[in-house]
C-alpha cells in the first residue's frame, strides 16, 4: 500500500488519520503541536516534519486551518515541495481560497507532482466515523489514483471540476450552512416569542419542504441550549471570507452571505469565536429579548 504523509492532526485531522491507520496504510505523521502526534505514534505512525515526511510518503495530505498554513507547509521553506519525489500526490483537504489552491497545484506540476483540492463536509462526526462528504478540484486521473485512500475518509467522492474546483463547491456549502443556521435561528425563536413550543415547531418542519441537516441537528442544539464545539464559530467565519472574495473575484454577489458573516463577526467579537457555530442561534435569541442558559 501507499505511503501515506499527514500533516495536520487537529480537531479533523487527527481522526481522519486513525481512519487511515485502521484501514492499514502506512501513515508518517507531522503537527505543529507534540502530543497529537505522540498519540498517533502509539497507533502505529511514524513521525517526521514536513521536508522528511515527504520524502517518505507516496501521497502527502494535508489539513490545516487556512490558506497561509497550507501554503507555508507546502511551499514554504523546508516544506513538501523541497522533499517530495516527482509523481508524488498532494492532497489538500482544507479549506482555502480556490485561487490558492489553484496556485499551489500549478506550483506543484512545475516540480512534477500531482495535487487534488478535496475539501471536507460532515464535521468532527464525520471524521470521526468516515462519513465526510470530499468535494473533489484535480485532474481525473490524480482522483482515481486518491479514490481508495478518500473511501476510507468519506462516503461521498465527488469529483467537482479541475483545480480549485473542490474548494468553490466547499465555499458554496459554508454559505449555505451559514444562512441556514441564521434561518433555523430566527424560526425558532419567532414559535417561541409566539408562544408556541419550538420543539413542536421543528418538528412539524422537519417533516416538510423546509427540512434539512441544519433543522434536525442545530435544531436540536438550539433546543437543548448546547453550543459546544464541533465546528468552531471563528472557522465558520473565516470559510465565509473566503466565500465572500470568491465571489467578488467571479462577481457572483452575495448579499445573504455578507449579511450572515457580519453575524459571525460580531458573535466572535463578542466572545463566543471557540463555541460551536450554530451559537448564533443563541445571538438571534438574545437580539429578542431571550436569554438562553447555555449547556
Not at 505512525?45 to 487556512?66: H, Y
Not at 475518509?153 to 450552512?177: F, P
Amino acid at each position: 500500500m501507499q505511503t501515506i504523509g499527514f500533516i495536520g492532526l487537529g480537531r479533523m485531522g487527527k481522526p481522519m488519520a486513525r481512519n487511515l491507520l485502521r484501514a492499514a496504510y502506512p501513515l508518517v505523521v507531522h503537527n505543529r503541536s507534540r502530543a497529537a502526534v505522540d498519540e498517533l505514534v502509539a497507533a502505529g505512525a511514524a513521525a517526521a516534519g514536513s521536508r522528511d515526511l515527504a520524502t517518505r510518503a507516496d501521497v502527502v495530505i494535508t489539513m490545516l486551518p487556512d490558506s497561509p498554513d497550507v501554503e507555508a507547509v507546502l511551499a514554504g521553506p523546508g516544506g513538501v515541495f523541497e522533499g517530495a519525489r516527482p509523481g508524488t500526490l498532494l492532497i489538500d483537504m482544507s479549506t482555502i481560497a480556490p485561487a490558492v489552491a489553484r496556485r499551489l497545484a500549478a506550483a506543484a506540476a512545475a516540480s512534477g507532482l500531482e495535487m487534488l483540492d478535496a475539501p471536507v463536509s460532515g464535521g468532527e462526526i464525520g471524521a470521526r466515523d468516515a462519513t465526510l462528504s470530499i468535494m473533489v478540484g484535480g485532474a481525473a486521473a490524480a482522483l482515481d489514483r486518491a479514490r481508495p485512500i478518500l473511501q476510507a475518509l468519506g462516503k461521498t467522492i465527488v469529483h467537482v471540476g479541475d483545480a480549485g474546483a473542490g474548494q468553490v463547491a466547499k465555499a458554496c456549502n459554508q454559505a449555505i450552512v451559514a444562512i441556514t443556521i441564521e434561518a433555523v435561528g430566527e424560526a425558532l425563536v419567532l414559535a417561541e416569542k409566539a408562544g408556541v413550543d419550538p420543539g413542536r415547531v421543528r418538528e412539524a418542519l422537519l417533516g416538510g419542504f423546509a427540512a434539512s441537516r441544519i433543522l434536525n441537528v442545530h435544531g436540536r442544539r438550539a433546543l437543548e441550549h448546547d453550543f459546544r464545539p464541533g465546528f468552531r464559530a471563528r472557522l465558520q467565519l473565516k470559510d465565509l471570507a473566503i466565500a465572500l472574495a470568491a465571489g467578488r473575484e467571479y462577481g457572483a454577489p452575495m448579499p445573504a452571505t455578507a449579511l450572515v458573516t457580519e453575524r459571525f463577526g460580531s458573535l466572535c467579537a463578542a466572545g463566543d469565536a471557540e463555541a460551536d457555530h450554530s451559537v448564533l442561534m443563541a445571538h438571534v435569541a438574545e437580539s429578542a429579548g431571550l436569554h438562553w442558559q447555555r449547556k
